[in-house]
């Protein structure tokens, strides 16, 4: 029984790996920080540098839980991420957002999508991006988006 419970341990919970990925790939994005391709338990990232991207996916867990968590990631940057004034339709996700960083000299933005409860595939998308223009959809609200491949 020992042996079980400490091996429950061993495993990071969902959402707590989500909210830890989604500070790396912040991290990467903005700072630089050395990141590369790792998969975990539940979650992967994926790092690209042309373009400055990189994306947590998890597999696992409450979705709501494990997007708060990666909102909560986000939340605590210095950059004032918020919620773009356009919408997305979620289409086939039970939500899809962009949160962009404050305006100034560099365009941040991280696009996350929530999977439906009970879902095939992700719990979760998330990537974290620098784009060359600011996304007007940022401060204006275009119209109800929908996904390019949605």
């Known amino acids: ?15 707590y790996e989500a909210g830890s990925a989604m500070g790396a790939c912040l ?8 990141v590369v391709d790792v998969k975990g338990h539940d979650v992967a990232i994926h790092r690209e540098t042309n373009p400055n991207a990189c994306t947590v996916e998890a597999s696992a867990g409450v979705p709501s839980e494990v997007r708060d968590s990666v909102v909560a ?7 004032r991420f918020a919620p773009a004034l356009t919408h997305w339709d979620p289409v086939d996700y039970a939500s899809q957002e962009t949160f962009c960083n404050a305006p100034g000299r560099r365009n941040l933005n991280v696009l996350v999508s ?3 409860p009970g879902a095939k595939g992700p719990t979760l998308l998330a990537t974290v991006l620098e784009a ?7 401060d204006r609200d275009v119209g109800l988006q929908r996904p390019p491949l949605g």
Not at 27 to 34: C, E, F, L, N, T
């Open 1 to 15: 029984m020992i042996a079980l419970a400490a091996g429950v341990a061993a495993r990071a919970e969902p959402a």
């Open 27 to 34: 991290a990467a994005v903005i700072d630089r920080a050395p």
């Open 73 to 79: 990631a986000i939340a605590k940057r210095p950059e």
């Open 114 to 116: 929530t999977a439906k």
């Open 132 to 138: 060359k223009d600011r996304d007007e959809r940022c």
